[in-house]
C-alpha cells in the first residue's frame, strides 16, 4: 500500500492523476500546507525539505523495509517504474519521457508558482511590476515551448500518454491566473482539451477539493501564525 501525504496543489494532483490512470491502491493522508503540517517532525522524516507532496511504499519490489519518496518527479518515477505502466522503459522513448518530466521540475513548475505568487501579491507588498513581467513573460515561453512540442506530438513525449503529460498538466490548466491566453497555443488548448476528458485525469484533479478550508474563518491570531511560519523561511538549524 502507497501512504500519499497530500493537499490540492498542481504538485499533489500530479499523484493522483497517476493513481488514478492506472489504479494504484493508495492510503491519502491529507497534509494541510496552510496550516503547517508539513513542518511537524513526524513529516521532516519522509521529507526532509518539508514540502508535500511525499509518499512511503510499505511493500517496495524489493522488499524490505518502507520506501520513502519526496518530490512529485521523482513520486512520478517510482511509481511508474513500479507500477510498469506509463513510462516506457525502451531506448530512446524512456529518455524522451524522462526530459519532459525533468523540464517540468526545472521550469514549468517553479516559474509557474512565481508568476502565480507575484500576481496575487500585487502591491501590496511594494511595486511588483518587474517581477510580474518577469515570470509572465517566463511562463508565456514555457507555454510556448508546450505548443511547439505538442505541434507535431499528441502527448508532450511523443504518440503515448505518459508521466510526461501527467507532470505538465495541473500546472497549464492555470493558464489564466498565470496571465496567459490559452488562445495564443492552440496546440497547448487541444491537448488540455484531451487530458481533460480523461476520466483518471478528472478524478485525480477533483481528489481532495473538499480539504481546503476558507482562510476568511481563521482568528487573527492564526492567520499570524501561519503567517510566520508559511512566509520568508530561511534555514532550519541542525538538531542539537
Known amino acids: 500500500m502507497i501512504d500519499l501525504y497530500y493537499w490540492p496543489t498542481p504538485n499533489g ?14 492510503n491519502l493522508i491529507p497534509l494541510d500546507i496552510g496550516r503547517g503540517d508539513q ?16 509518499i512511503v ?25 513500479k507500477t510498469g505502466k506509463l513510462w516506457p522503459q525502451e531506448q530512446p522513448a ?20 512565481e508568476a502565480g505568487h507575484f500576481r496575487r501579491l500585487g502591491d501590496t507588498k511594494g511595486d511588483q511590476s518587474y517581477a510580474v513581467r518577469r515570470f509572465t513573460d517566463e511562463v508565456n515561453r514555457i507555454f510556448g515551448v508546450l505548443n511547439n512540442q505538442l505541434y507535431n506530438n499528441a502527448f508532450l513525449a511523443g504518440d503515448t500518454f505518459s508521466i510526461a503529460d501527467i507532470a505538465s498538466y495541473p500546472w497549464a490548466t492555470n493558464w489564466q491566473g498565470q496571465g496567459q491566453d490559452i488562445e495564443e497555443f492552440k496546440y497547448v488548448k487541444r491537448w488540455l ?11 485525480g484533479m477533483a481528489l481532495g ?15 499570524e501564525r501561519r503567517s510566520k511560519i508559511l512566509f520568508n523561511q530561511r534555514a532550519r538549524p541542525v538538531p542539537a
Open 39 to 54: 513542518f511537524s517532525p513526524e513529516f521532516l522524516k519522509i521529507n526532509p525539505n518539508h514540502r508535500m507532496p511525499a
Open 57 to 81: 511504499d510499505h511493500a517496495p519490489l524489493a522488499g524490505g523495509a518502507p520506501v520513502n519518496v519526496f518530490e512529485s518527479g521523482a513520486i512520478l518515477l517510482y511509481l511508474a517504474e
Open 209 to 223: 477539493s473538499n480539504l481546503s478550508s476558507d482562510p476568511a474563518t481563521l482568528s487573527p491570531e492564526e492567520r
Open 13 to 26: 494532483k500530479k499523484v493522483t492523476i497517476f493513481l488514478k490512470e492506472t489504479g494504484t491502491p493508495y
Open 94 to 113: 524512456k529518455y524522451k519521457v524522462l526530459e519532459w518530466v525533468i523540464w517540468q521540475m526545472a521550469n514549468q513548475g517553479p516559474k509557474s508558482g
Open 193 to 203: 482539451e484531451n487530458l481533460g476528458a480523461r476520466p483518471g485525469v478528472q478524478k
